[in-house]
Nanobody, 123 residues
Framework: VQLQASGGGLVQTGGSLKLSCETS????????MSWFRQAPGKEREFVAG????????YYSGSAKRRFTISGDNAKGKVYLEMDSLKPDDTAVYYC?????????????????WGQGTQVTVSS
């Protein structure tokens, strides 16, 4: 399984970006996919996730009401629409997938990770 994240770039404060993550190989019909991010000098943190069994979505406090995760597991794709971006959102964004949807999606124990895509928000 390989994950390819794309869609990052440079945007001004208040702008929007849409990240995409495409899975090659098998997908996990009852698993989950999530987005994490890591800013320079900081720990990797959970941003948003989706459980394929019922399409339930989860968000971090900073992502709630500004970001939207969606996807199509049959196509092996997940998206992260980001609005009202702030300089604090600057980070490398990673997508990840795991077979087991149980437990908090914020737990970073995922089976596969993408390579990351850079998001830079200028002030």
């Amino acid at each position: 399984v390989q994950l390819q994240a794309s869609g990052g770039g440079l945007v001004q404060t208040g702008g929007s970006l849409k990240l995409s993550c495409e899975t090659s190989g098998r997908t996990f019909s009852t698993g989950a996919m999530s987005w994490f991010r890591q800013a320079p000098g900081k720990e990797r943190e959970f941003v948003a996730g989706i459980k394929w069994s019922d399409l339930t979505t989860y968000y971090s406090g900073s992502a709630k009401r500004r970001f939207t995760i969606s996807g199509d597991n049959a196509k092996g794709k997940v998206y992260l629409e980001m609005d009202s971006l702030k300089p604090d959102d600057t980070a490398v964004y990673y997508c990840a997938t795991r077979r087991d949807p149980r437990g908090p999606l914020a737990d970073p124990n995922y089976d596969f990770w993408g390579q990351g895509t850079q998001v830079t928000v200028s002030s």
